[in-house]
Every structure is written in C-alpha cells, then in structure tokens.
DNA sequence: ATGAAAGCGCTAACAG
DNA sequence: CTGTTAGCGCTTTCAT
C-alpha cells in the first residue's frame, strides 16, 4: 500500500478547509456549501485523489469484500462460478477476494482464517473434497460472518445452499444410458464423504432400479484422490470378467480420464461403449440448476 | 466487515495487561516475558482471535495484497493464471483481489481505480482488447504502484511484461502447416491494435515468404469483435474463389469458431482444411514461454 | 455550512 | 519486560 498517495489530509490543506468538509464533499453530503463540494471534486479528480478504502473499512467496520473459497480456480465450473460471481458483486460496489483449498482440508481452513482475517463481508464457499470435518466453518457462523455454500455444500451446515440437482442429473444421465440400448452400467463415482457424490450415486442406482436393471457391486468405484485414479479404475472396469458396457462418471475430470482411457485401448465410443457426465450450464448463483448430460 | 469479533484489546482486558504486550505477543517479539506470551497466545486461540489486516493494513502502509485484472476470468488461460499467480502469491502471504474487464476499455479503467483504492502492493494486468489509451496505466506508475503487464501487454509503457513468444508461436505453427503440405494458408488474425495480434502475423507473413509462398490479401481477415465474427468469416474464406487449404486462427475461440463452421459445413480436418492454433502450457510466470501448436 | 475531536484496531517509538 | 501514546485515513457526532 503505497505511501504517498493523496489523502482527503492533502486536499484539505490545499484548499484551506477542514478535512471534515472535504470528506463531506466527497461522499456528496448536503449539508456543504455547493461552491466548496465543486471545489473539492475537481481538486481530487485533478490529482488524481482515490479513497483509500482501507481507512474506509476500519473506520465503517465494513470491507465490501466477498470472500470465496473453491477448490480449484482453473476449473471450468469454479472460474465460470467466479467470473459470474464477480460480475455481480462489481455491479453492487462489491469487491472479491478468491482463495482456492486445493482440495485440501488444512488449506481450506487457512483460506477460511485468511478471510476472517480480511473482514470480508460475506463469504461464499465450495468445500473441499478432503473436508469431512466442518468446525472451521462453524467458527465463521459463530461470528456472524454471512455464508454461502455453493456446489460442493455439506449436510450437516445450516446455512443457504446453491447446488445443482445431483440425484436428477444423474438419474437422467443414466436413463438416457438405458435408452441408449446400454444395460451394463458402471459408475465411477466420487468420494464417499461428499453429498454430491451420494446423490449422484443415488440417482445412478434408483435409474438402474426403476429400469429394473441389477446392481452390480463392481461396477462402483468410488475414486478418493480424483482423477489419478480414475484412469486406473477405468481399466480395471474394462477388464472384469463380465465387463460394462457404459460407464457414468461423477464429473468431468473422471470422463475425460476416462475418455482417453477408452481411446487408447481401443475402444468405440459410443458404438462400442457409452460414457456420459453431468454439467451445468446456467449460472450457479440461481438455486438448484437442472444439469444437463452428455454424450460422447 | 462484522463488528464484535475478539480484539486485542479484548484479550488486553481478559488478561489484565495492555495491548501492546499483547500485541508483541503475537506477533513473537522477543522482548516479552515467555509465560505472558504463552497465555496470550492460548486466550488467542481459544477465543478464535484473528488479526484485523485492515487495521494492521492502515497502520503498516501495506495491504499484502495483489490486484489481478484480466480481460476475462472464465477464460482458460486466464483462470490457469490466476490460479498460479494465487498459488505463489499466498505461499508469499499476498491475498489476490481480481477484477474483470470484459475487454471494455472503460470497465479497465475502472478496474485500476479500484485496485488503487483498495490499496493493493501491486498489479498483475493483461489489457484488454479495446485498450488503446493507456493513461489510467500510466496513473499507476505516477502513484508507484508495482505493475507487470501479462500476456496483453502494451508497447509503449516501460513496465515489466511477461509474454509469450508470439511471432516464434505463429511462425512455427504456420511452418507445420507448410511442412504438413498446405500451401493456401488464410489467417483469422486479433485486432490490429493489439502488439501480438501484429506479432502473430508477423510469424505467419515470415513463415509464408521463407517458404516462397505468396501472400494472398484476402487470406487475412482482422476479427476486431473477436468469436462473433470469427464464424462469419471462415465462411467467407471457404467461399472465395480460390479457398484456402488451412487457416491458422489468432487464438483458441476463433479456433473453436472455425472448427464448428468447418464441421458444419461437412469439411474433413485435416484432410480438406487444415486448422492450427496457438497455447500455451508453461506457467505463465516465465518470462518469454514458447507456444506451442495444435492440430486439429 | 464548517471545524474540532474521537475512534475504528493495530504497531512502534518512547518511557519507565 | 511492560505500559502509555501517537497516528495510519477516514467518518461522524457535537459544537459553532
């Protein structure tokens, strides 16, 4: 923070009035003379004068920060999430102040600390994968900071929710399977502790029931470290002794592992064998989304 | 910015001794007695004390944050950047403000008033495409505020710029077309005001006549509204008289544009019409990466 | 309509 | 080793 920059102190000084009058100036109070205010206005625009918002804050006990916190930012979800979020915000004077948890328990909660530390007004949060325990986050309702969670949410927490339809994108995605002629349909799911991931799985198995289809026990396989594993368990899907036929991933970084899995050994998609995800297109600041499926 | 979290005053008060014992404790001055240190740093954590940045901010002169403008958070490459630039930057103890243009030139403007506002140590900004005026940059300069230009940057300021190697980008992705066997080679460039706009067709102009190709004027097709005219115009290429063979695409969206129109319109990539693009894959904190080209 | 002064939470002399 | 005090830039009573 740069020293040196013009304060209402300078632009007092220069024009011989009180620093009181030239803050009222400046946030267009009426109880100031016309004459004065004009003065003022273009003295600061002139040198350039920007109010320091940092002495604002403390001085308000209000920062205009939102906080968020996402797993990943170069994610395509995450960044479109962030991009239409700081749209918003911008529009309503409101500034955002990003921090990713990497997947990370531990770094969510530092991110958490950070932004208290910050005294954002607000924050909007998307857990990480690694996260079961949520006490970080109940310090942040403990003191009253307003909190949002968003796609990745938690059961437990008692706060406003944004999340896509899990169990009906994936109930439809696998439908469509089915109708697809597919009847073999594996699912490499997500981690066992996130909601979303049990939704989704939910959804995968009341399709295959409603189609009267078994459940098959191996045909599940729930990837803990993501995408690394996914690759592998794509193979070992293939490799059974009584392989799928289609196969229903948790999100987009398990199809496209999955994808080029397939491809490398070989196989036809779709003729040889189906594999659909869930997205979201619309904007995720609308409560609970209908996600779309596609195929490959 | 909640009102009634812990303060160290608040701790002063607990522990019956002034703050500026307290405030020495936490931040480890040696010139304090270790068991004061101790208790402070224990009612500290019991009672979820957070330091105020804000008002260590004002005080310090220094906010320890970093402000980030980009024409486009939800725009891959930018939301990679982002991404890395967040990850050194919070190992460094910098938070990350970002702010979006749109690729509007006022919104720019904007974007740097407030960041100048906000106090932040410094700026990361890649400008945007409307950009020409460059005195809001300037401003930053006159109040020494650190500044590194990115990707987009600007000729004409005397600032650190971190960029790819556009001209080497294009020539080498042009040459693979050559070598691939084209010989009718049309460009869908930026907009002639930006610096790598020009670069890239530099590349393709020089790799074209160290190929004794010629250089055919209607090959060339400014795209200033950038993705919207993008398809309009590979439209207009395939229906010259003479239609190129391949069409090399200033970046990724007008390659994603000419690629659905070549499809749409039943052409065989690469056998009908060849389509290479420029990306990158280092981290763009390097200075001066090498782009590298794919095929379609 | 304007000025003087207090205080937001914190740090850093300065004094004991 | 600890406490007192001033001040970062700003807003807001309270006087005048």
Redesign the pocket.
């Known amino acids: 923070m740069n ?1 040196g ?1 013009i ?4 632009l ?1 000084l220069k024009l ?9 100036a ?2 267009g ?9 004009i003065a003022v206005l273009e003295l600061a625009k002139k040198l350039h ?1 920007e ?2 918002l ?3 804050s ?4 209000k920062t205009n920060i939102i906080g968020i916190i996402v797993p990943e930012i170069a994610n395509s979800f995450f960044s479109a999430a962030i991009s239409g979020i700081q749209e918003v915000t911008s529009f309503e004077g409101y500034n955002v102040m990003i921090c990713q948890s990497n997947e990370k328990y531990l770094t969510e909660i530092e991110n958490v600390k950070t932004l208290i530390s910050c005294r954002v007004d607000g924050i909007l949060l998307s857990i990480s994968h690694e996260t079961e325990n949520v006490d970080h986050i109940r310090v942040l309702q403990s003191k009253n900071i307003p909190l949002v969670l968003f796609d990745r949410v938690h059961e437990s927490l008692d706060v406003s929710k944004v999340v896509v339809d899990d169990y009906q994108g994936a109930y439809k995605a696998v439908c469509h399977l089915i109708q697809s002629g597919y009847t073999r349909i594996a699912h490499l799911a997500g981690p066992k502790t996130l909601l979303i991931s049990r939704d989704r799985l939910q959804g995968y198995l009341d399709a295959l029931k409603n189609h009267n289809l078994p459940v098959e026990d191996n045909y599940i396989v729930h990837c803990n470290t993501l995408k690394e594993v996914a690759a592998a368990e794509t193979l070992n899907l293939l490799n059974l002794p009584n392989p799928p036929d289609a196969i229903f991933t948790f999100d987009d970084s398990m199809a496209i592992k999955a994808l080029f899995t397939l491809k490398k050994n070989g196989y036809k998609i779709p003729r040889e064998i189906g594999l659909v995800r869930i997205y979201v297109t619309d904007s995720i600041l609308v409560t609970s989304l209908s996600p779309t499926c596609t195929e490959f």
């Open positions: 020293k920059q304060t209402i102190r300078d007092a011989n009035v009180s620093i009181s009058t030239v803050s009222r400046l946030r109070s009426n109880e100031i003379n016309p004459e004065t205010k004068y109010p320091n940092i002495a604002q403390l001085r308000n006990s």
